[in-house]
């Protein structure tokens, strides 16, 4: 997606203003976004390549992630970034929201992140953005993340690390 009007907010979540997606690098601004965690039914994390002309974190796995324009809700939006980055519509549940700063490249992005998971055994189709879907455990991703952070985008490793524990009750 082209850039787009972002809400700003505050320390409490509150919306205080609108400015361009891009300029969050160079203004250092709070914005929100949404992380998706999909699982199918055998209890198998989704996690997705980022292509490589992507500026932050390419050619690393990532779970479903993006920003929430300006006015949108955390639900509308991860219902969005589904359907925009793997062309599926699936019953999403808030797990989490909470504030995180992450290192992009040298670059700390301030961000109120809303955490979902998503059961599905639907097909998925990918966008330009992502290149490869691959299927993991919960054991075996955590065990990944711990040896081989650099393998994962960091908004991926801050936000299993933020609600692991809730993610074990999809596992099978």
């Given at each position: 997606?082209s850039?787009?009007?972002?809400?700003?907010?505050?320390?409490?979540?509150?919306?205080?203003?609108?400015?361009?997606?891009?300029?969050?690098?160079?203004?250092?601004?709070?914005?929100?976004?949404?992380?998706?965690?999909?699982?199918?039914?055998?209890?198998?994390?989704?996690l997705?390549k980022?292509?490589?002309?992507?500026?932050?974190?390419?050619?690393?796995?990532?779970?479903?992630?993006?920003?929430?324009?300006?006015?949108?809700?955390?639900?509308?939006?991860?219902?969005?970034?589904?359907?925009?980055?793997?062309?599926?519509?699936?019953?999403?549940?808030?797990?989490?929201?909470?504030?995180?700063?992450?290192?992009?490249?040298?670059?700390?992005?301030?961000?109120?992140?809303?955490?979902?998971?998503?059961?599905?055994?639907?097909?998925?189709?990918?966008?330009?953005?992502?290149?490869?879907?691959?299927?993991?455990?919960?054991?075996?991703l955590?065990?990944?993340?711990?040896?081989?952070?650099?393998?994962?985008?960091?908004?991926?490793?801050?936000?299993?690390?933020?609600v692991?524990?809730k993610?074990?009750?999809?596992?099978?």
């Amino acid at each position: 997606m082209s850039d787009h009007l972002v809400d700003i907010v505050n320390e409490k979540d509150e919306v205080i203003g609108q400015d361009l997606k891009s300029h969050k690098k160079t203004k250092w601004f709070i914005s929100r976004a949404v992380a998706i965690f999909l699982v199918r039914s055998n209890g198998k994390f989704l996690l997705y390549k980022r292509a490589a002309h992507k500026e932050d974190a390419p050619n690393v796995f990532d779970i479903i992630a993006g920003n929430i324009l300006q006015w949108e809700s955390y639900a509308n939006a991860a219902q969005r970034e589904v359907q925009e980055e793997v062309n599926i519509v699936c019953p999403l549940q808030l797990l989490e929201t909470f504030y995180q700063e992450a290192n992009f490249n040298g670059s700390i992005r301030k961000i109120f992140c809303g955490l979902f998971v998503g059961v599905t055994d639907d097909e998925m189709q990918l966008n330009d953005e992502l290149v490869e879907i691959k299927e993991m455990s919960f054991e075996k991703l955590e065990e990944q993340i711990d040896l081989h952070p650099e393998d994962f985008s960091p908004g991926l490793v801050n936000d299993f690390i933020q609600v692991k524990d809730k993610l074990k009750a999809y596992c099978k």
